[in-house]
Nanobody, 122 residues
Framework: QVQLVESGGGLVQPGGSLRPSCAASGFTQDYHVICWFRQAPGKEREGVSCISSRISSTPYADSVKGRFTISRDNAKNTVNLQMNSLKPEDTAVYYC???????????????WGQGTQVTVSS
């Protein structure tokens, strides 16, 4: 059974940094994709970044390019999202999801974590 558990959210001031982590387990496919999504109140869920098991490409949403970096630790089966220069508009619940398509479209993913809250405020 696929299980995804996010951690590492929190409250940070504008310009600060956070590093949420996604612990993934229970899937057997050699090739898979893990993505980070976020959803702010009253807004649709949007893709933030993805990384495949082959790390062939790491797409980013335009709104986070140059500020966020996705990485994976295969020994710990975790995918991390280093978020720097955070802005109030980055405030959202951040989710990770696993699938087989390298895409920022939420509809391509069927297994999701419970989410971790990120709040950027002074």
């Amino acid at each position: 059974q696929v299980q995804l558990v996010e951690s590492g959210g929190g409250l940070v001031q504008p310009g600060g940094s956070l590093r949420p982590s996604c612990a993934a387990s229970g899937f057997t496919q050699d090739y898979h994709v893990i993505c980070w999504f976020r959803q702010a109140p009253g807004k649709e869920r949007e893709g933030v970044s993805c990384i495949s098991s082959r790390i062939s490409s790491t797409p980013y949403a335009d709104s986070v390019k140059g500020r966020f970096t996705i990485s994976r630790d295969n020994a710990k089966n975790t995918v991390n999202l280093q978020m720097n220069s955070l802005k109030p508009e980055d405030t959202a619940v951040y989710y990770c999801a696993v699938g087989r398509i390298l895409s920022l479209y939420p509809g391509h993913f069927g297994s999701w974590g419970q989410g971790t809250q990120v709040t950027v405020s002074s």
